[in-house]
């Protein structure tokens, strides 16, 4: 069974690098692309961008290159990189294994909140 | 970017009753070559991460019950629950995968009349 895990800290001061790491088990991450999703707080949901085991990326243009994910393939991980964090980078964090861009499994997020 | 559209932002549905939501694209979805709609619907609970109800717009994911089915073609689509049971509320979100970046519809609250 397919089972992804969000880990990294729950509180990020503004101006620092939020970083989170999405654990998958039951699968390799081999086989498909591993995107990240946010939704703020009593919002709708964000596509962050995705990266495939080779290592090319895709990221979402309205995140303004403040992004960088990264894959460790020996321990089936994937990692998000958010540089210069403000308050409106509040929110649930999500993994999600990516079929194409369509995201059959989920992990169960994780509250990320910016603030000092 | 391709803007997703649900209507109506809420909606409340009696028991045993259908109910369908709606969810407009901003250009076409449909990819000639393979003549599949990239559009998938998503529901969500409360406290929980979204799950994928529904993918090339009308193929139901493995489990999902058969009172749930996905229509519609190019830029039209809808999301119809056949008989509505009370573990069915929840926001209901659309979003197509024809093209980076992917996007959402804001999503459509579901409750019980």
């Known amino acids: 069974q397919v089972q992804l895990k969000e880990s990294g800290p729950g509180l990020v001061k503004p101006s620092e690098t939020l970083s989170l790491t999405c654990t998958v088990s039951?699968?390799?991450?081999?086989?498909?692309?591993g995107s990240w999703i946010r939704q703020p707080p009593g919002k709708g949901l964000e596509w962050i961008g995705y990266?495939?085991?080779?290592?090319?990326?895709n990221y979402n243009p309205s995140l303004k290159g403040r992004v960088t994910m990264s894959i460790d393939t020996s321990k089936n991980q994937f990692s998000l990189k958010l540089s210069s964090a403000t308050a409106a980078d509040t929110a649930v964090y999500y993994c999600?294994?990516?079929?194409?861009?369509?995201?059959?499994?989920w992990g169960q997020g994780t509250l990320v909140t910016v603030s000092s | 970017d391709i803007v997703m559209t649900q209507s109506p932002d809420s909606l409340a549905v009696s028991l045993g009753e259908r109910a369908t939501i709606n969810c407009k694209s901003s250009?076409?979805?449909?990819?000639?070559?393979?003549?599949?709609?990239?559009l998938t619907w998503y529901q969500q609970k409360p406290g929980q991460p979204p799950k994928l109800l529904i993918y090339?717009?009308?193929t139901r994911e493995s489990g999902v019950p058969d009172r749930f089915s996905g229509s519609g073609s190019e830029t039209d689509f809808s999301l119809t629950i056949s008989s509505l049971r009370a573990e069915d509320v929840a926001v209901y979100y659309c979003?197509?995968?024809?093209?980076?970046?992917?996007?959402f519809g804001q999503g459509t609250k579901l409750e019980i009349k």
């Open positions: 250009q076409s979805v449909l990819y000639s070559s393979n003549n599949r709609n990239y």
């Open positions: 039951g699968d390799s991450i081999s086989d498909y692309y």
């Open positions: 090339w717009a009308s």
């Open positions: 990266i495939y085991y080779t290592g090319s990326t």
């Open positions: 999600a294994r990516d079929g194409g861009g369509d995201f059959h499994y």
């Open positions: 979003q197509q995968y024809y093209t980076t970046p992917y996007t």
